[in-house]
């Protein structure tokens, strides 16, 4: 960079321009939930476009573990792709999504689950007691849809690049729960157990299998 030509910042907010810090007589960059932008060498190219030209975009890691592991995979768009899984009881669909706005990789885990009418407000009970048995990650229930959905995110904040273990832990975290806790889930829906019993059920079968 040369050194006798100073940040230009782009930024018409009064209040951001006169709260940059100076150094030497020149603006420096300071974290702000503004959309603040530097000029650099007079190229045009901002400090955010630096930033992702820099990072790698995770989802080439997940590509590469679903190829080592022969599973179906398909890049839906630049920022999504889903994999298929074969669990225990079924197919699972795992879309990670790499949201740039957040540096944050999420993942969708989930299975189909019709549930009839008349047990909708079990499996609906069901849901927020199997998240407080969780550290990490949550269900959600889709029941127009009939999808169970397990959420959780990896944060790469500040240009981490995402690892091969990241993303295997990641998904390991994700088919764990979803194998966990799916006879519940199934338990609610079609045998008409209520919640309680549910959990309850899967969790001796989890302490007798430990």
């Known amino acids: ?9 782009l930024t018409s907010d009064p209040v951001l321009a006169a709260t940059q810090p100076i150094v030497g007589g ?6 702000t939930s503004g959309f603040v932008h530097a000029s650099i060498g007079g190229e045009g190219m901002t400090l955010i476009d630096i930033s992702k030209v820099q990072r790698g975009n995770p989802l080439e890691v997940v590509e590469r573990m679903a ?17 298929v899984v074969r669990g225990k009881w079924g197919d699972y669909q795992v879309s990670f999504t790499w949201m740039h706005d957040m540096e944050a990789l999420h993942l ?6 019709k549930v009839p009418e008349r047990n909708k407000a079990e499996v ?20 127009t ?9 990896l944060l790469l904040s500040g240009g981490v690049e995402a690892s ?5 832990v990641l998904l390991s975290a994700a088919l764990d729960a979803c194998e966990q806790y799916y006879s519940a889930f199934q338990l609610a829906a079609w045998a008409g157990v209520g919640a309680h019993e549910a959990l309850a059920a899967v969790m001796f079968e989890t302490a007798g299998e430990a």
Not at 108 to 113: K, M, N, R
Not at 145 to 153: I, Q, S
């Open 108 to 113: 969708a885990c989930s299975f189909e689950l």
């Open 26 to 31: 020149v603006p420096q960059c300071r974290p």
């Open 67 to 83: 190829t080592t592991h022969l599973w179906s995979c398909e890049r839906a768009c630049e920022d999504e792709v889903t994999i």
């Open 124 to 143: 609906q009970h069901l849901v927020p007691m199997i998240n407080a048995q969780m550290w990490a990650g949550h269900f959600d229930l889709w029941p």
């Open 1 to 9: 960079m040369n050194g006798s030509r100073p940040f230009k910042y």
């Open 145 to 153: 849809d009939g999808l169970v959905m397990f959420r959780h995110t």
């Open 164 to 168: 091969d273990r990241q993303c295997e």
